[in-house]
C-alpha cells in the first residue's frame, strides 16, 4: 500500500486486506504461491499476516526484520521464510537468532546476508529469493519440476558456498552449504555436499567465527542499551531531563565517533549496527509519544536524533510534527526550513505535509505554502 507506516497494527492490516483482496479481483492467482513481503516494519507485518490467515501464504521473504514483536515460529509454521539482512543492520542478531530457531524446527528457511544497513535488499536478492520460492514450490508439488532451472539454482548456490570457502570465510561457506543441503535435498543428491559440511563441522575457523558472531552480538547490546535506557527516561519525563539529555548527547556522539574512527571493517559493523538501534529505538520512542498525544515529549525524542546527526534532515521532520501537533506554527516551520536546508526536496515535503495529519491546519497557510515555492529554502 502507500499509506501503510509503522504503528499501530489495525491500518497495517487494513491495507494489506485492501492489497489482497484488490489483486484477487484484478489478477488471476495461484493461491498455493501468494507470498507476502515487507521490509522493517513491513515485513513484521507481512510475516503476521502469513502466521494468521491460516494456509494462504506460501512463504514470506522478509527484508530487515524479523517475526512479529512476541511471536515465534513453531512447529506448526506453515510457511517458508527466506530473511534478507544488511551485514551492518542492527536487526542483524535478530535474523541469525531467528534463523537458528527455524533450522532447529526443520523449517524451510534462507538466510541471505548482504553488505548494507538498515535497507530494502538489493535488486539481486530479491530475484534470489523469489527464485528460491519457486525452488521450494517445485519441491513441494505447487509447480511443475523444471530441470534446467533447478540446475542453474544448484550451479548457483554451490558456486556462492565455494567463493566463501576459497576467500577464507569458512562460517559464511559451512552456512551455505548447510542451506543448499537443505534446499536441494529431494531434488538433487546432496550426499557429497552434506558429507563437505560434516567435514567444516571440526573447522577451528568455524567454531572461532560462530564465537565472534555471539561476543559481537553482546557487544551491539551491551553498547547501545545503556543509551536506550536514557532515550526511555527522556520520554517518560523522570529524573533530571537536562542531565539526561546532556549524557545521551555525550554517549551516542561516542558511538558516532568511534564508528566513523574504527579501521576494523568487523568491529566498525558492530558500532553501525549498535548506532542504528539507538537511533531507531529514539525514533520510535518519539512515534509513540506522537501517537498517546504528548508532542512535547515527542519533540523532545526528536530533537534528540537531531542534535546527535545536524546534516539529517529526517529527524527535523519529525521535530516539525511534534510542533505542529502542539500548535507552534513558527517553530515547525523553522524545523521545516532547516530540513530542506538539509536536503530535504520539495516534492518529498509536498508529501510530507499531505500525509501527516499534524499539517492538516497548515496546508493552505502561505507561509507552508512558500516553503514547497522556494527551491533554496535556507536555514
Excluded at 511443475?144 to 561457506?173: H, L, N
Excluded at 547490546?221 to 527522556?234: K, N
Aim: proline residues 4%; glycine residues 8%; charged residues 30%.
Amino acid at each position: 500500500s502507500n499509506n501503510s507506516r509503522n504503528g499501530p497494527t489495525k491500518p497495517s492490516a487494513v491495507a494489506a486486506s485492501a492489497i489482497w483482496n484488490d489483486s484477487h479481483r484484478r489478477f488471476t492467482i495461484d493461491d498455493r504461491r501468494v507470498y507476502f513481503a515487507g521490509f522493517s516494519g513491513g515485513a513484521r507485518v507481512a510475516t503476521s499476516w502469513a502466521l494468521a490467515c491460516g494456509d494462504c501464504a506460501a512463504g514470506v521473504i522478509s527484508s530487515g526484520a524479523g517475526f512479529p514483536v512476541g511471536q515465534s515460529p513453531s512447529a506448526q509454521t506453515h510457511f517458508s521464510y527466506f530473511a534478507a539482512i544488511g551485514l551492518s543492520d542492527f536487526n542483524y542478531p535478530e535474523a541469525v537468532e531467528l534463523a537458528q530457531e527455524l533450522d532447529q524446527l526443520g523449517l524451510p528457511h534462507r538466510l541471505r546476508r548482504f553488505n548494507g544497513s538498515h535497507q530494502w535488499a538489493p535488486p539481486e536478492v530479491w530475484s534470489e529469493a523469489l527464485a528460491w520460492m519457486d525452488l521450494l514450490a517445485m519441491k513441494q508439488d505447487r509447480l511443475a519440476r523444471d530441470p534446467e532451472f533447478i540446475s542453474q539454482q544448484f550451479e548457483s548456490e554451490t558456486q556462492r558456498a565455494e567463493e566463501f570457502e576459497k576467500s577464507g570465510d569458512i562460517y559464511a561457506a559451512w552456512q551455505e552449504y548447510r542451506a543448499l543441503a537443505a534446499d536441494f535435498e529431494g531434488l538433487r543428491d546432496v550426499a557429497s555436499i552434506m558429507k563437505h559440511v560434516e567435514e567444516l563441522n571440526t573447522s577451528p575457523a568455524l567454531h572461532s567465527a560462530e564465537k565472534q558472531e555471539k561476543k559481537d552480538f553482546e557487544e551491539q547490546r551491551r553498547l547501545a542499551e545503556p543509551i536506550s535506557s536514557g532515550v526511555t527516561a527522556l520520554a517518560d519525563g523522570g529524573g533530571d531531563q537536562a542531565e539526561i539529555r546532556h549524557l545521551l548527547l555525550e554517549q551516542i556522539t561516542a558511538l558516532q565517533d568511534a564508528e566513523q574512527g574504527e579501521q576494523n571493517e568487523h568491529r566498525r559493523r558492530v558500532l553501525e549496527r549498535a548506532l542504528g538501534q539507538v537511533v531507531v529505538g529514539a525514533d520510535e520512542s518519539a512515534e509513540d509519544r506522537m501517537r498517546a498525544g504528548d508532542a512535547l515529549r515527542a519533540s523532545i525524542c526528536f530533537e534528540i536524533i537531531s542534535e546527535a546527526f545536524p546534516k539529517e534532515p529526517w529527524p527535523l521532520i519529525g521535530v516539525a510534527r511534534a510542533d505542529a501537533q502542539m500548535g507552534q506554527k513558527k517553530d515547525a516551520l523553522d524545523a521545516l526550513r532547516r530540513a530542506r536546508g538539509n536536503g530535504l526536496d520539495v516534492e518529498t515535503l509536498r508529501g510530507i505535509l499531505r500525509d501527516n495529519a499534524e499539517f492538516a491546519r497548515y496546508r493552505d497557510d502561505p507561509d507552508f505554502l512558500k516553503l514547497l515555492e522556494d527551491s533554496t529554502a535556507k536555514h
